[in-house]
């Protein structure tokens, strides 16, 4: 069964300190590993697709990384405006995306 | 801004009755997904539609159901209300059949089952 934990749930980081999501999964066949972001009361919305391990993407101070077991989001000296629930999700042999629960993260001033 | 609608925004009705969720898709894009979140629950894949026909179907009760129409809107069909189906339902539309293209959700229905 597709399975994707994202760890920490919650993170607080102070402004400008850098740090990494995590997104361990179990799929058959990935076919992508999608990341969005998504503020309260709002939907996802699409920050990086990778499709295979090795790949990597950048978007201003977020980069994302893949294994075959899991993706990384490096967050680089982080803004208040980086505060959000940051969610992972699959897409395998089905075709439908699964997402894992979120990490919370907050930016302190 | 996604591209893609939903209405309504909220939704407040008892247990018991009917509802109806829309939503349309980005000019072009003939999937479209729904999903529900709930607070103690990640985004659940409900259903996908691609131009008209049911591709997929997920954690979907018997008592909801969709449906894709010629002008590629989409309607999700909540019968039979309970407490427990209060949560957000977002629409999310992709260009291609097998959603391998990023999806791209709406701003979601808020409903609330009284």
């Known amino acids: 069964e597709d399975q994707v934990t994202q760890s920490p749930e919650a993170l607080r980081l102070q402004e400008g300190e850098s740090s990494s999501l995590n997104c361990s999964y179990t799929v058959s066949g990935l076919r992508g590993l999608f990341w969005y972001r998504q503020d309260p009361g709002k939907g996802p919305e699409f920050l990086f697709t990778l499709y295979s391990a090795g790949e990597e993407k950048e978007k201003e101070r977020l980069k994302a990384t893949l294994t075959k077991k899991e993706s990384f989001l490096h967050i680089t000296a982080p803004k208040p405006e980086d505060s959000a629930t940051y969610l992972c999700?699959?897409?395998?042999?089905?075709?439908?995306?699964?997402f894992g629960t979120g990490t919370r993260l907050t930016v302190i001033p | 801004d996604s591209g893609v609608t939903q209405t309504p925004k909220h939704l407040i009705t008892a247990t018991g009755q009917r509802v109806t969720l829309r939503c349309s898709p980005r000019?072009?894009?003939?999937?479209v997904y729904w999903y529900q979140q709930s607070l103690d629950q990640g985004l659940q894949f409900l259903i996908h539609?691609?131009?008209?026909?049911?591709?997929a179907k997920g954690n979907i009760l018997e008592r909801f159901s969709a449906q894709q129409f010629p002008d590629l809107h989409s309607e999700l069909n909540l019968s039979s209300l309970e407490l427990g189906d209060s949560a957000l339902y977002f629409c999310?539309?992709?260009?291609?059949?097998?959603?391998?293209?990023?999806?791209?959700f709406g701003p979601g229905t808020r409903l609330l089952v009284l």
């Open positions: 000019s072009g894009d003939l999937s």
């Open positions: 999310a539309s992709s260009v291609d059949p097998a959603g391998e293209e990023t999806q791209y």
């Open positions: 539609y691609y131009n008209g026909e049911e591709r």
């Open positions: 999700a699959v897409q395998g042999g089905a075709n439908n995306l699964f």
